[in-house]
């Protein structure tokens, strides 16, 4: 089953019944017994967050095919969002570990034998590695969930079998890079072999660390560069198992490093490192500033952005309000609102607004929030305190700045990181919450009367990740297309993300594309080789 | 059973058990049946012409039955309406399942059609394997392309699977043929009719058995074993097949494209006969030179399409080549390809065999030097000596047809000039090989000779992800690499004017040559269409001359959104003019009048108006 209809059987909140998970069985009995836990106005159901049953292996830094403590023997604690507790204390990587780990990845590129390696070969371990994370669903989806609190069965049910598809998908182009023979003007014989770039330094974000990982490692791999993977610091357990399983897959020592740490400190050494040949980060907006500047003052080595949003989603007048909600919902509710392209500017003509506002709210109020791990959630705790405290900054800044709070706005429980999914109406472009990311799940609608001002109001933002257009006329479809500045339009849908759709952004939500095609040509060089030809038959 | 070397007998007998045979009937819509007449073929044992067993022979009634169930599998089934990546992991198992059997397979190959079972198990079966994983992974990754139409137009490429492919295979590679071919097709989604070689049926059955194990649906390959002036008939002149693939002999080639067109004018896409030319230089390494050319000859006992059956040899180390191809051919051990010692195992059946022989005769009695070889080894099967003629001329029978057996012919030339015309004077254009150490002679010949592979300093070096078919007479068309893909798929161009871009703007550009825009111009604007189509005003808030909210519109703008559709709709209309819907104008000429926004779809009301035309008009001229 594609990745993508995955997703959107999240859409028809049937999951409630299907789970059969042993890691969560407790779970299940917990959610059997209380039904679904159903409103966020369950704050109850939070007191006894579930244990999960998988433990903790891999807690050091893997650099040149050994799980090693940090050069400083230094660690920090890693969260479980559903409660603050710490999860585990993970190995800190910083400078001296980076060069560790740059060094390992280097020799393992110059000495080979990973670039070295046939490109059939090197396929088939890829192909071995999906087939590893397909028989590990269960820790690998229990290991994120506890780490970053998204609901297990979205883990389990969604996210991995993307991520195999996707190594499967990356897989099947190792063998399948081509140059390209290229016309002369003159007798000569032209080529363009396309060779893997080198050492790649990789920072990945939280909100899908391990889809992240894949997103990064997968078509690294498959070019034949070898990798140093920098970890969020909210979430470094699942890359260290999935990284265990790739060597398993049989990827030479060295190939794959994964050092886990802060921005500042481990993510700036990668990222000014002299031997590092590309960076490839996703994050945010203000932190691919500095990661680009730190590539500019070093060595220039390219980079790609995958950068924040302020993705609109646009309802247009001929729309089923039904369906409109529902998608409108999942584009800004998804994986609590942490999404780099959440729908996060909801705008709906006036014609269908009231109604539309009203069964938005109840859609949000009916939002089930809770335990990740119990059968039927749709929504988890936040990642950490302080993405939770820049929420709840942004809800009291709507609410000042004068937008309509409908529903939600206030934090569930008193332990963990949950907030209320919230709505906002009557929202306008000079406020910040219509401005800035979020993150969050804190939804905005906005009233339009045409097409022209839904345009012109849409791409007023800094950023240009993603847009949703809601509409069944082909013109409309076609014109809000092509007005629209950003990576991706999803018309009649949202969060579509096949292995194949190229995916990055316009303006400020950054520079290249991940995923399909276009993501290989961030990990290879192209060199043209020339050379006379001597009476040839033809040019 | 007999072990032969070339010269000296060397009677050994072969340890290795031949497994039984599980599959002899004919596999249609995921089942073993037995053929409509209930008749059967004898498949034999090259080694001793002795009968292997008897399988189903299938006839036109039942490729009626196969191409039925692939018919409906593909119209109604499940196969072509996945996504590539359910197709790609299917495919992946059926890779894995074929490495699981991988003796019991090499060993149906070596028995049925005499190839050295080691080589069987290393190449030919660990092949299949590598081309069902190559387009497993190539099978979501079947792009159209989103084009860049002028004017006011929104058109994309999708790459469809092109339908019901019957695929008709040789005996000489049973396994290798079998996947070449088959591979893409599922890969693309299409569904297909195979049939087999008659003398090489069982492992093409074998492999039926695993696709279904591994999840490929029924009715998306079926197996029908037969003759070809029967079976593999019924499959070129079908009319519900769509496409036909052919390996084989450039005779039967050109009866399968005849029977195409006469049916149903299938595409058909041909890899047949060659007589590629080697061309060894004076700079080359001489034992690595003669190792190239021996193995580009004898490798599967002659019986490939790429055979280098004329080796030009320059004359500056001619004669060591001579020397060395000799001593090559004499210690080459000739028997059971089951024994572990053996080089070359029997020719594939008694015709072959024969034929051969008669190749022999005739060089001999048209002047060429019998160097080594020429005779059969033992009285028992099809087994020939690698043999090797000198002085072959250009014009003797053997150095122009294709012989297809262990039989070299070798040739002396002085330049590079005289060689590259020599070479390239046959029919055939299958692959060439140079063997050089000199950059300007590898790259003057490779772009000389006329032939679709080049191997330079390298002979049979294949590669899945390498294209391959031939020039001339050796067909057309592409196995392998991506190429092979587009042989399985049909190109659907979906066209839609586009409204208010912001790309046509920036597109347009009057051609003072093209009057259509005068229609635009002249003619009123249907009723009930918007009169003017309007700019979204974030697209002109940097065009000074137009302000504010709701522009007025940039005459050209409108002439050019305008005429834009007109002519490629006018053609569309015209294909479809033949029935009888009023679309014709009284004069009988067409109304070419440009259709507006309103209702760009609904032409035939439009057209069907009692409009004159501009006599001027170009849109006559274009359609």
């Known amino acids: 089953m594609a990745a993508a209809s995955r997703i959107s059987s999240l859409l028809s909140r049937s999951l409630a019944s299907s789970t059969s998970s042993s890691l969560i069985s407790k779970g299940r009995i917990y959610g059997v017994g209380r039904s679904v836990v159903c409103g966020y106005t369950t704050a109850a159901a939070l007191e006894k967050p579930i244990t999960p049953s998988v433990k903790v292996t891999y807690t050091k830094l893997l650099i040149n095919g050994d799980y090693v403590d940090s050069a400083s023997g230094k660690t920090f604690p890693t969260y479980d969002p559903r409660t603050g507790d710490v999860i585990a204390h993970v190995a800190e990587g910083d400078a001296e570990d980076i060069n560790r780990a740059v060094s390992a990845a280097r020799k393992a590129f110059d000495e080979g034998p990973w670039p070295k390696t046939t490109a059939y070969e090197r396929s088939r371990v890829l192909f071995k590695f999906a087939d590893l994370i397909d028989q590990h669903t269960e820790e690998l989806a229990t290991l994120e969930t506890w780490d970053n609190g998204k609901p297990y069965e979205q883990a389990a049910k969604v996210e991995l079998p993307m991520i195999s598809r996707l190594i499967r998908y990356y897989a099947g182009w190792a063998d399948k890079i081509h140059g390209l023979t290229v016309p002369a003007d003159s007798p000569h014989l032209v080529q363009t072999i396309h060779e893997p770039i080198g050492v790649a330094g990789q920072i990945i974000p939280w909100n899908f660390p391990l889809l992240m990982f894949a997103w990064k490692v997968a078509p690294a791999l498959a070019c034949g560069n070898t990798v140093v993977v920098k970890t969020a610091e909210q979430t470094p357990l699942s890359a260290l198992y999935a990284a265990k399983l790739l060597q398993e897959a049989g990827i030479p020592a060295g190939v794959v490093n994964v050092v886990s740490g802060y921005g500042p400190t481990a993510g700036a050494a990668l990222a000014s490192h002299m031997q590092v040949d590309k960076l490839a980060f996703t994050g945010s907006t203000e932190t691919g500033k500095i990661v680009l500047q730190l590539a500019a003052k070093t060595n220039l080595k390219p980079v790609t952005l995958e950068l924040g949003g302020k993705s609109p989603f646009i309802v247009c007048k001929d729309a089923d309000v039904d369906k409109a909600v529902e998608l409108a919902h999942f584009a800004l509710f998804f994986n609590q609102g942490q999404c780099c392209c959440a729908g996060s500017r909801t705008y709906v003509h006036e014609s269908v607004y009231d109604e539309f506002l009203e069964k938005a709210k109840a859609r949000a109020l009916k939002r089930s929030v809770g335990d990740p791990f119990v059968a039927g959630i749709e929504q988890g705790p936040q990642i950490d305190s302080e993405q939770f405290e820049k929420i709840m900054k942004y809800i009291r800044s709507g609410v000042e700045s004068g937008a309509t709070l409908e529903t939600g706005g206030e934090r569930i429980g008193d332990k963990g990181y949950y907030i209320q999914p919230t709505v906002f109406s009557n929202v306008n472009e000079n406020m910040l919450i219509s401005k800035d990311e979020i993150f969050g799940p804190v939804q905005s609608i906005l009233k339009f009367k045409d097409i022209n001002e839904v345009i012109r109001r849409a791409n007023t933002t800094t950023y240009g990740l993603a847009a949703g257009v809601f509409t069944q006329d082909i013109d409309t479809a076609n014109t809000l297309t092509r007005a629209l500045k950003v990576g991706t339009v999803w018309v009649n849908c949202y969060d579509v993300f096949d292995a194949a759709i190229p995916f990055g952004g316009y303006k400020m939500s950054g520079q290249g594309r991940e995923k399909g095609i276009h993501c290989l040509s961030n990990y290879l060089q192209v060199k043209a080789v020339v050379t006379p030809l001597k009476d040839p038959a033809w040019i | ?623």
């Open chain 2, 1 to 623: 059973m007999a072990n032969h070397s070339n010269g000296n007998s060397n009677h050994t007998e072969s340890s290795f058990k031949i497994p039984p045979i599980k599959f002899t009937k004919l596999f249609i819509n995921g089942d073993f049946v037995d053929s409509v007449s209930g008749k059967t073929l004898d498949t034999i044992d090259p080694r001793t012409g002795e009968v292997i067993t008897k399988v189903s022979l299938g006839d036109a009634e039942d490729i009626d039955l196969a191409v039925k169930a692939a018919r409906q599998a593909f119209d109604h089934g499940p196969w072509p309406r996945m996504s590539g990546s359910e197709r790609g992991l299917i495919m992946l198992k059926f890779a894995d399942l074929i490495e699981k059997n991988a003796d019991e397979l090499a060993a149906l190959d070596a028995v049925n059609g005499g190839k050295v079972f080691a080589l069987c198990k290393v190449i030919d079966v660990a092949e299949a394997s590598k081309a069902l994983r190559y387009y497993a992974g190539a099978a979501d990754k079947i792009h159209g392309t989103v084009l860049k139409l002028s004017k006011g137009l929104h058109g994309y490429t999708l790459r469809e699977p092109i339908g019901v492919v019957g695929s008709i295979i040789p005996w000489n590679f049973p396994t290798v043929m079998f996947f070449m071919k088959t591979a893409p097709a599922l890969a693309a989604g299409c569904t297909i009719v195979l049939k087999p070689a008659e003398q090489t049926p069982l492992s093409a059955l074998y492999y039926a058995h695993l696709a279904k194990l591994a999840g490929v649906p029924d009715g998306v390959l079926n197996v029908v074993n037969g003759h070809g002036h029967t079976t593999g008939a019924a499959i070129s002149s079908h009319m519900d097949i769509d496409k036909v693939t052919f390996t084989g002999s450039t005779e039967v080639g050109r009866k399968i494209m005849t029977a195409a067109a006469a049916s149903n004018l299938k595409p058909v896409s041909l890899e047949l006969g060659g007589k590629s030319p080697l061309l060894i230089f004076d700079d080359a390494d001489i034992d690595q030179a003669a190792e190239i050319a021996f193995r580009a000859l004898f490798f599967n006992k002659g019986e490939i399409c790429v055979a280098s059956s004329r080796v030009f040899v320059q004359e500056g180390i001619y004669e060591k080549i001579e020397k060395k191809l000799i001593e090559k051919a004499k210690a080459t051990v000739v028997g059971d390809p089951f024994d572990p010692k053996v080089h070359q195992g029997p020719q594939t059946d008694k015709k072959q065999f024969e034929k051969i022989l008669s190749y022999i005769e005739l060089g001999k009695r048209e002047g060429a030097t019998l160097l080594t070889g020429g005779n059969r080894v033992g009285q028992k099967g099809y087994y020939i000596e690698p043999t090797i003629f000198a002085n072959v001329k250009d014009d003797m029978t053997i150095a122009r047809e294709e012989i297809f057996g262990p039989v070299m012919s070798l040739m002396k030339f002085r330049t590079m000039e005289e060689v590259i015309k020599r070479a390239n004077d046959t029919t055939y254009g299958l692959a060439a090989g140079i063997i050089t150490k000199n950059l300007n002679v590898a790259n003057t010949v490779s772009r000389s000779i006329r032939a679709g592979v080049i191997w330079i300093n390298c002979y049979t070096a294949f590669d899945v992800d390498c294209p391959y078919g031939g020039y001339k007479m050796s067909g057309f068309g592409r196995d392998y690499g991506l190429d092979a893909l587009n042989q399985y798929l049909q190109t659907k161009s979906v066209v839609t004017p586009v409204v208010d871009s912001p790309c046509t703007i920036g597109s347009f550009d009057e051609d003072p040559d093209d009057s259509t825009h005068i229609y635009a111009q002249n003619y009123p604007t249907p009723p009930g269409s918007s009169s003017s189509p309007t700019v979204p005003s974030i697209l002109l808030a940097s065009h000074p001359s137009t302000p504010g909210p709701t522009p007025p519109v940039p005459p050209l703008r409108r002439a050019s959104w305008r005429k834009s559709p007109a002519p490629r709709l006018s053609c569309w209309i015209q294909r479809r003019i033949s029935s009888p819907s009023g679309l014709l104008h009284p004069t009988g000429e067409l109304d070419s009048r440009p259709l507006d926004r309103g209702d760009p779809w609904t032409w035939a009301s439009t057209c069907g108006a009692q409009r004159t035309p501009s006599p001027n008009s170009r849109l006559h001229r274009i359609c």
